[in-house]
């Protein structure tokens, strides 16, 4: 039984986590239409976001339709988990100091400078450099969302039918947003707090991650069947405020760890 | 072959990142939990949280490991 908490929850994560992606790839788009051709950009661009949709359909079916419940849930939390803690350990690391900030005005600044310098070839009418440069910043950005979105959706449709156009519908309202807010501010979205969405995703993907690739290792048991936490759902929450808990004291411990040694990054 | 080379050059990226070690740990966390599940070794109720404070060893032992290379 879904509640219209666990449907806004659903698609609040995966709007966050979309919409991080969405900053980095409209940044690239944005200079190589800036510099190279606006058709090609925009042609590229929805190339990308086509592929990315029937991969969706299939793959989120696929899994969903003809795979074991308790060993979908060690796929999913598998994914989610090496997705949350690649973000979580960068999340951490940037934020006391030992990896450097994600900078979208200076990668706007290589992209235009690597347009420029970039050949003039043409293909079915089109810039190839501006629609190869954006269709693989849309591809590359939107696969993260996608495998979000498919996890998400796969695991929360249990309990919720629509629980993938929730998560799709979810990742694709990120989209307008970015293109407004870049409309309005007539560059790089350099001031999105891309580091903190990132570490509210991050948290929420390990959360989910562990609890389901934990209940999923019941597909090895005698009987084949998900594995129980104690205290059921509830362990949901202990996860989250543990891996907040977790994250905070690292930041805590490694940002004058940081400062002593006067590392630059 | 370059194909071959570069798609799973591209899914090594995608998946394990700049990080083997969490990717490393979490297949070998799991692998654990796997055994643990099919022998019944201990009771099933406490797989889930050997298994979450394994996954959270692996954050930490990876953190440590970052920031003594960064050093």
New interface residues.
Partial sequence: MTTPTDTIGLMLAVFAASFVECVEAFTIVLAIGLTRSWKAAIVGSIVALVALSATVAVVGVGLGTFVNAAFLQ?IVG?LM??FG??W??KA??RSSG?KAIHNEEKIFQEEQEAARQAGNKKHLGLDWFAFVVSFKAVF?EG?EVMFIVITFGVSASKDNPDAMFHASLGALAALPIVIIMGYIARGPLSSVPENALKFTVALVL?TFG??W???G??????DHTS????GGDW?LLA?LV?WGI?SYV?VKV?RP??KS?G?H? | MKFIILFFRFWYD????D?WQ??LG?VLV?AG??????T?AVT??S???I??GG??A???A??LI??KS??
């Avoid at chain 2, 939990?33 to 099919?38: S, V």
């Fill in positions: 060690i598998s988990l090496v803690l690649q979580l350990r951490i690391l030992l590359l696969l390990c562990v609890y690739s934990a209940e290792l019941g597909y090895f048991s005698p594995m129980e936490w104690p362990a996860l543990l977790i690292s490694l760890y940081h040694r590392l990054v | 995608f998946i394990v990142g990080c969490i990717a979490v799991l939990g796997a055994w643990l599940a099919r019944q099933a109720i797989i889930p949280p298994v979450g996954i959270v692996v954050v930490l990876s953190l970052t920031s960064k050093a």
